[in-house]
């Protein structure tokens, strides 16, 4: 299953009128009449986020002037999709919606995602966690627990969006929001394994996570009705943060012109704005690079990236650099040193990294725990697990800034601090820190 995916300018923001649908409030406006005469269906327009109504878009707006008022905060009612089958037609219909005054971006969202590789071990578990051990080998997450706030004992809250969980694990207790959208049973196991990394209690295991204390939600990126719409997830997610809580993305796009290449979700226009309003709103948000290459299972390079207009937009370095604020994580080794991992995405974008292999954690993916609720792997890794392992010390940091000085490091904030080779462990390739919390903690928290 494919989407059309475009925005209009704000002016034309759908505003519901009686029974009028979007495709019939854009054929009012003349927006779509240049590609009626290719047979398109206009009564499948839909708005791109239906899980929010205009009063809390507005709480939003509000929230995201006060935190940062240079902020051009985009109209979300101007965001449309269509879902179709990938033909000829579609690129037709995109090439003419791209060329029209009224729209500001159109592209071809192809409704999928791939995840990693995994397995089990015996218990009790936590010596085979690395990732927790002082740096170099980890980062340092048991010099944090022994600080108040480091274990996740306070007000930070964070929210992970991705497809599905499980939800009576023995070592795990989260929160399913009331509009969390469709869970995907097939997904469990990597949902509960990401949460596992962050948030395990010691249920007998042996094993506990990064912020065992911490306040965690989940946030499908199917919707309320089955079908995959990852910017409204985002969105709907930001209704339950404040400035300083975490979202974690747990996700990646493939290209329907190059599916064979998986990228960091904020290439697609739709998926950076509101990656970019939740940064404005003071949330920290952790994103996968993504793993590159499925049939060479080799990285691609960031700095090389161009969208459909040429733009080198995940380049820093490049005049068509575009900063959604988010912090972008790659993987490496689990071995000292770490060396990227032949898999990861990389570039001069990418922030932070951490382990990509051999990661212990909850469930069986990519097998089924089926019934079981005791099931744990000790091969979980890719830039999924990279990215919940930073997600997990960013929690641990926010909480005893919170703690220690009572306020909260803002996205830039965090993500320099993180990101700082004087607070971390290098590693070559341009897949950049492995944060120290220790390090972090004698020079800010002290």
Not at 282 to 294: F, H, K, S, Y
Not at 313 to 342: C, E, Q, W, Y
Not at 388 to 401: D, E, K, R, V, W
Request: one cysteine or more.
């Amino acid at each position: 299953m494919f989407s059309i995916v475009f925005k209009t300018k704000d002016e034309l923001a759908f505003v519901p009128e009686g029974s009028l649908s979007p495709g019939e409030f854009l054929l009012r406006k003349n927006v779509l009449t240049g590609i009626e005469k290719l047979g398109k269906d206009f009564s499948s327009v839909k708005s791109l986020f239906p899980s929010i109504n205009r009063s809390q878009a507005g709480q939003l707006v509000q929230k995201a002037r006060a935190n940062n008022p240079g902020y051009s905060i985009p109209d979300l009612f101007s965001y449309y999709f269509i879902e179709c089958d990938f033909d000829d037609d579609n690129e037709k219909t995109i090439e003419v919606l791209r060329n029209n005054s009224s729209i500001e971006f159109a592209y071809l969202e192809r409704n999928s995602s791939i995840v990693p590789h995994f397995h089990t071990k015996a218990k009790p578990l936590g010596c085979y966690q690395g990732y927790l051990a002082d740096a170099p080998l980890g980062i340092g997450a048991g010099y944090a627990w022994e600080k108040k706030g480091g274990s996740g004992d306070g007000t930070v809250k964070f929210v992970d969006v991705e497809k599905g969980w499980l939800f009576d694990h023995e070592s795990l207790d989260f929160e399913k929001t009331p509009d969390s959208g469709f869970i995907n049973e097939a997904f469990g196991d990597h949902g509960v394994a990401v949460m596992g990394i962050i948030m395990m209690k010691d249920g007998g295991s042996g094993a506990k996570g990064i912020t065992p204390m911490v306040k965690g939600s989940v946030m499908s990126v199917y919707r309320g009705d089955g079908k995959l719409n990852t910017p409204d997830a985002i969105v709907s997610a930001l209704t339950y943060l404040d400035a300083g809580d975490i979202l974690l993305l747990e996700t990646q796009v493939v290209n329907p012109e190059d599916s064979y290449r998986l990228w960091p979700l904020e290439i697609r226009e739709a998926n950076f704005d509101m990656i970019r309003l939740a940064t404005a709103l003071g949330i920290t948000v952790i994103e996968p690079a993504g793993n590159g290459n499925i049939y060479s299972s080799s990285g691609n390079d960031l700095n090389e990236f161009t969208d459909y207009m040429g733009r080198k937009i995940l380049n820093r370095h490049h005049r068509d650099f575009k900063d959604s604020g988010a912090i972008m994580v790659a993987a490496a080794t689990s071995d000292v040193p770490h060396n990227r991992m032949h898999f990861t995405n990389y570039g001069n974008r990418v922030d932070c990294y951490s382990w990509g292999e051999n990661i212990l954690t909850a469930g069986l993916h990519p097998r089924s725990s089926g019934m079981a609720n005791n099931t744990y792997t000790y091969q979980f890794g890719g830039t999924s697990g990279a990215a919940a392992i930073i997600a997990g010390a960013a929690i641990s940091l926010q909480g005893m800034i919170e703690a220690n000085f009572q306020r909260r490091l803002n996205p830039l904030q965090m993500r320099a601090i993180l990101g700082d080779p004087e607070y971390g462990t290098s590693a070559e390739g341009e897949i950049g820190v492995m944060p120290d919390l220790e390090k972090i903690i004698k020079d800010y928290i002290r």
